[in-house]
């Protein structure tokens, strides 16, 4: 194998140029070093092209090994809890989803959904000197009456006649 070649999934988009170069006469090793898609993949594409007819696209082959065990509509339910309820712990979440073990929801947090595990800083409400301001504005301010706060009050909401 050439070093500058990985290994990699084939998607339908490389599938899509591969096919489009190979239609306008490109010769493989030129649409291999074009596509950076390996050149045996390409020669396998080109063949499964010209046998299904060359009216369709050849489908990408499915992916080795062990499939996931949770789907991308489960992994949209999981993240909508997520961000409805950030405090939710993947111990509960897992309870929800009966078929899937308390590894897995973690894992799925983390690396599929990008969620990463974090607590909150404890931290005052109002510091003592933020106290200290609201009163002596409101000891400032409390002989206005509601009419003098009206008329310095503003909105952005245009008033229209």
């Not at 339908?12 to 096919?19: L, N, R, W």
């Not at 006469?25 to 007819?53: H, M, P, W, Y």
């Not at 510091?127 to 409390?142: A, G, H, I, S």
Request: charged share 30%.
């Amino acid at each position: 194998w050439p070093s500058e070649m990985s290994r990699r999934v084939t998607t339908i988009d490389d599938i899509a140029a591969v096919i489009a170069l190979y239609k306008a006469n490109r010769v493989l090793r030129e649409i291999s070093a074009q596509t950076g898609v390996a050149l045996r993949v390409v020669q396998n594409l080109v063949k499964r092209f010209r046998d299904l007819g060359e009216d369709e696209l050849p489908a990408p082959l499915p992916k080795s090994g062990r499939p996931k065990l949770l789907s991308p509509r489960t992994l949209n339910v999981i993240s909508r809890q997520v961000l409805s309820n950030p405090s939710l712990t993947a111990r509960e979440k897992s309870r929800l989803l009966s078929h899937v073990s308390l590894r897995c929801v973690q894992q799925a947090l983390h690396d599929d959904l990008g969620f990463k595990s974090f607590r909150a800083r404890r931290k005052p409400l109002l510091t003592k000197r933020q106290k200290e301001n609201r009163v002596k504005f409101f000891k400032k301010y409390e002989v206005w009456d509601l009419e003098t706060w009206r008329s310095i009050l503003w909105s952005d909401e245009a008033t229209f006649n």
